[in-house]
T-cell receptor, first 114, second 114 residues
Framework: GENVEQHPSTLSVQEGDSAVIKCTYS??????FPWYKQELGKRPQLIID?????GEKKDQRIAVTLNKTAKHFSLHITETQPEDSAVYFC?????????????FGTGTRLKVLA | SAVISQKPSRDICQRGTSLTIQCQVD?????MFWYRQQPGQSLTLIAT?????????ESGFVIDKFPISRPNLTFSTLTVSNMSPEDSSIYLC???????????FGPGTRLTVL
């Protein structure tokens, strides 16, 4: 069935360093890839997304890259800050070509050490 | 973005009882979903709430246990029936507008079953 693998499960970085989280999806029909940040006790919040017709997207310190051939996509956070500490989830969806259903990755707990 | 509210925010229930969770969106949306999130885990899709028709359930979830209603485009309910301690979890609703695939999440309902 459809599956999204996410690595690593935990990641600790020093403040100011970069963090990279990687996801691999199984369904080649997937065309929309959002990333969510979930702070403790809070709802998941969309932080960035990418569609299959784009290879890279950047928003200030956050960027996402997509390799459709390899079915990989990655989240890059530069100049990390303590407030970046949270759990990050990737997801894959077929969007308008199917349902809007998301398949979520297993999550990455990011700790930014001051 | 859509504003989504859920009621109740948390509840403690006795084994064998049922709880109905309400989800209200501030504007018309195309799709509404219900998820379960166990502590420290990812989001697991329970079902798609279809407006005016029966919900579409994911593997492992059945209507008798998780009846869902969606009487209009902005409101849905999830009932957790005949609860057991294994049902203790956070239940989240989400919504999507057809013009974009972005999913917004409600704040969640933290359910504890004794």
């Amino acid at each position: 069935g459809e599956n999204v693998e996410q690595h690593p499960s935990t990641l600790s970085v020093q403040e100011g360093d970069s963090a990279v989280i990687k996801c691999t999806y199984s369904d080649s029909a997937s065309n929309y890839f959002p990333w969510y940040k979930q702070e403790l006790g809070k709802r998941p919040q969309l932080i960035i997304d990418i569609r299959s017709n784009v290879g890279e997207k950047k928003d200030q310190r956050i960027a996402v890259t997509l390799n459709k051939t390899a079915k990989h996509f990655s989240l890059h956070i530069t100049e990390t800050q303590p407030e970046d500490s949270a759990v990050y989830f990737c997801a894959a969806s077929k969007g308008t070509s199917g349902t809007y259903k998301y398949i979520f990755g297993t999550g990455t707990r990011l700790k930014v050490l001051a | 973005s859509a504003v989504i509210s859920q009621k109740p925010s948390r509840d403690i229930c006795q084994r064998g009882t049922s709880l109905t969770i309400q989800c209200q969106v501030d504007s018309q949306v195309t799709m509404m979903f219900w998820y379960r999130q166990q502590p420290g885990q990812s989001l697991t899709l329970i079902a798609t709430a279809n407006q005016g028709s029966e919900a579409t359930y994911e593997s492992g979830f059945v209507i008798d246990k998780f009846p869902i209603s969606r009487p209009n485009l902005t409101f849905s309910t999830l009932t957790v029936s005949n609860m057991s301690p294994e049902d203790s979890s956070i239940y989240l609703c989400s919504a999507v507008r057809s013009s974009y695939n972005e999913q917004f999440f409600g704040p969640g309902t933290r359910l504890t079953v004794l």
